[in-house]
């Protein structure tokens, strides 16, 4: 099982950025599908950004334009750039990877927007 763990969270400001990054275990890093979830208190976990293979990347349209998934591979993380956040961003962030079937999530991260 490939641990992740996430880092960056915390209380922003509308308009504020974060930057979010899930550092990942193993060996085989590159092979990893490699994603970003959140999950909304009282809603279902979605999809924010992910990594679909060969350098392509899928986002949700409520953060088209504003999110930036980006990974290392030479260290093993991926990163989550969050720009123009809005209250609406606010709820735990979930690091997912994917690796031959297998599928690992970090322990999550909470991101709030207030003013």
């Known amino acids: 099982q490939v641990q992740l763990v996430e880092s960056g969270g915390g209380l922003v400001q509308p308009g504020d950025s974060l930057r979010l990054s899930c550092a990942a275990s193993?060996?085989?890093?590159?092979?990893?599908?490699m994603g970003w979830y959140r999950q909304i208190p009282g809603m279902q976990r979605e999809l924010v950004a992910i990594?679909?293979?060969?350098?392509?990347?899928n986002y949700a349209d409520f953060v088209k334009g504003r999110f930036t998934i980006s990974r290392d591979n030479a260290k093993n993380t991926v990163d989550l750039q969050m720009n123009s956040l809005k209250p609406e961003d606010t709820a735990v962030y979930y690091c997912?990877?994917?690796?031959?079937?297998?599928?690992?999530w970090g322990q999550g991260i909470q991101v709030t927007v207030s003013s």
């Open positions: 997912y990877c994917n690796f031959l079937g297998r599928i690992s």
């Open positions: 193993g060996a085989s890093f590159s092979f990893y599908v």
């Open positions: 990594f679909t293979g060969g350098g392509r990347t």
